[in-house]
């Protein structure tokens, strides 16, 4: 795994920008997740407007009506990049769909997933990881669906008890994998993740699996 050690998130954010904006192209589809982690970085490729890209899909949604304050969608959109993208007629796949159910839902976006990785030649990820060790919309000890790119899985703890999300199978898929990781509270589950032991109950330690770890650029304000 390619380790990039910052000082603070600000100097993550600016290095993956950084890291991006000379990889991308549009041969490449990039795949974005949710939460807070990566929200500064979709400011930023919004706000310079350096950003080139064949296509963007997500890897994870809450399953919510399309435009809702707590999708990943709605979070993406208040950044500005929607509007950039828009702009610069770089088409944009979202998860949700409106009148579909929630297992049609993530049996769509599987189909849309599937497309994506064949039309275009290189995919790149952009991912975060809890304190839990999630990652993506995968959580610990959830039911491994090797078939499926995404599924439709339950987090009776979230915000949002529905969420949709990409599978294993579909991260090893990816290209690349970029992963952000920042503040005190994750510095333990970064050390875990290293640790030989079960993915089930730590998703994130997917990172560490061979095949995976070379492929996979972390970047973190915590020294492990």
């Known amino acids: 795994m390619n380790t990039q050690t910052v000082p603070n998130p600000q100097e993550g954010i600016r290095l993956a920008n950084k890291f991006l904006i000379k990889t991308l192209d549009k041969r490449t589809v990039l795949f974005l997740s949710g939460g807070k982690t990566p929200e500064p970085l979709y400011r930023k490729f919004a706000r310079e407007k350096k950003f080139v890209v064949g296509a963007v899909g997500m890897i994870d949604e809450r399953f919510t009506e399309r435009g809702h304050t707590e999708s990943n969608e709605a979070m993406i959109e208040k950044t500005g990049l929607l509007s950039y993208l828009s702009k610069k007629n770089i088409p944009f796949y979202p998860m949700l769909r409106k009148g579909l159910p929630f297992e049609k839902c993530a049996h769509t976006y599987d189909v849309t997933v599937r497309f994506l990785l064949n039309h275009f030649s290189k ?102």
């Open 123 to 224: 995919s790149v990820g952009v991912m975060g990881i809890g304190e839990d060790g999630h990652t993506a919309g995968i959580l610990p000890n959830a039911k491994e669906e090797p078939r499926k790119l995404v599924s439709a899985v339950l987090d009776p703890n979230g915000v949002s008890p529905q969420r949709i999300t990409m599978t294993f199978s579909a991260l090893t898929l990816i290209d690349m994998l970029v992963v952000l990781a920042f503040g005190e509270n994750k510095r333990k589950v970064l050390a875990d993740m290293r640790i030989n032991g079960s993915i089930a109950a730590l998703p994130a330690r997917f990172y560490s699996q061979k095949g995976i770890v070379k492929k996979t650029i972390l970047i973190t304000d915590q020294t492990i």
